[in-house]
C-alpha cells in the first residue's frame, strides 16, 4: 500500500470547516484513499474513500486532487464531537490482500476550539 | 445489531500467563483483522483472516497466534505474555469485494505485569 504523511496536529475554531490535508505521492491507479477518524480511545470510525472524484457523504467531503498524489477530508461545520485523531490511508478495495499492511499510520490529531 | 464486539475489555496479565482476545461479529463479513495500538504508534496490523478456516500475518505478528474456526469468531491468542503486549488491542471486520470498509470494535486494554 502507498505511504501516507499527515500534519500531527491541527485546530480548528468550532462551526468553521476543518481541512484536513494528506500526501500521497505514490499512491498507485487502483488504490482509493480512506479516512477514518479515532474518537478518544474508541475503535476507529470509517467516514469516507474515493477513487479520483470528489467524494461528500452527511460526515464530509473529500477532495482529491487531478493526479491524485493528495487529497483534503472537508469537514463543513466543525463541532466539539469533531476533536479526534484522523487517519488517512490508500489502499486497494476488494480482495486485493496480497502482501499489504492495512497499517493506520499516525493521523492528524484535530482539536476543535470552542 | 452489535457490530463487533470485542471481549474482555480490560485485562491485567503477569507475565507468561496466557489469555485469549475474543472478537465476535454479526455482519456476515468475509474478513477479520486483529491490530494493537501503542501510544505514538498508530495501529498496527497484528494477524488478519480472509475467511473461516484461515489466517495470514500481518505487520507485529510475533508473540501472537490466531484461529477463525467460525466465520463470526476472530481470536486473538497470547501464549506467553509479555511486558511489550501491554497494549489496546482493535478487532475489525469488513466484507468481501466492494469498498471494504472496516467496522472497528471498542477495544481491548491488556496491562502485562
Known amino acids: 500500500d502507498a505511504k501516507t504523511t499527515q500534519p500531527p496536529s491541527m485546530d480548528c475554531a468550532e462551526g468553521r470547516a476543518a481541512n484536513l490535508p494528506c500526501n500521497h505521492s505514490?499512491?498507485?491507479?487502483?488504490?482509493?484513499v480512506y479516512w477514518y477518524r479515532q474518537i478518544h480511545s474508541q475503535g476507529p470510525q470509517y467516514i469516507i474513500h474515493g477513487l479520483k472524484n470528489n467524494e461528500t457523504n452527511e460526515m464530509a467531503s473529500l477532495i482529491i486532487t487531478e493526479d491524485r498524489k493528495s487529497s483534503t477530508l472537508i469537514l463543513p461545520h466543525a463541532t466539539l464531537r469533531d476533536t479526534a485523531v484522523y487517519y488517512c490511508i490508500v489502499r486497494a478495495p476488494g480482495d486485493n490482500f496480497g502482501n499489504e499492511k492495512l497499517t493506520f499510520g499516525t493521523g492528524t490529531r484535530l482539536t476543535i476550539i470552542p | 445489531n452489535a457490530g463487533v464486539t470485542q471481549t474482555p475489555k480490560f485485562r491485567v496479565l503477569k507475565t507468561g500467563q496466557s489469555m485469549t482476545l475474543l472478537c465476535a461479529q454479526d455482519m456476515n463479513h468475509e474478513y477479520m483483522y486483529w491490530y494493537r495500538q501503542d501510544p505514538g504508534m498508530g495501529l498496527r496490523l497484528i494477524h488478519y483472516s480472509v475467511g473461516e478456516g484461515t489466517t495470514a500475518k500481518g505487520e507485529v505478528p510475533d508473540g501472537y497466534n490466531v484461529s477463525r474456526l467460525k466465520k463470526q469468531n476472530f481470536l486473538l491468542g497470547l501464549e506467553s505474555a509479555a511486558p511489550s503486549q501491554t497494549s489496546v488491542y482493535f478487532c475489525?471486520?469488513?466484507?468481501?469485494?466492494?469498498?471494504?470498509?472496516?467496522?472497528f470494535g471498542a477495544g481491548s486494554r491488556l496491562t502485562v505485569l
Open positions: 505514490t499512491i498507485s491507479g487502483n488504490e482509493y
Open positions: 475489525a471486520s469488513s466484507p468481501r469485494g466492494g469498498a471494504n470498509v472496516l467496522t
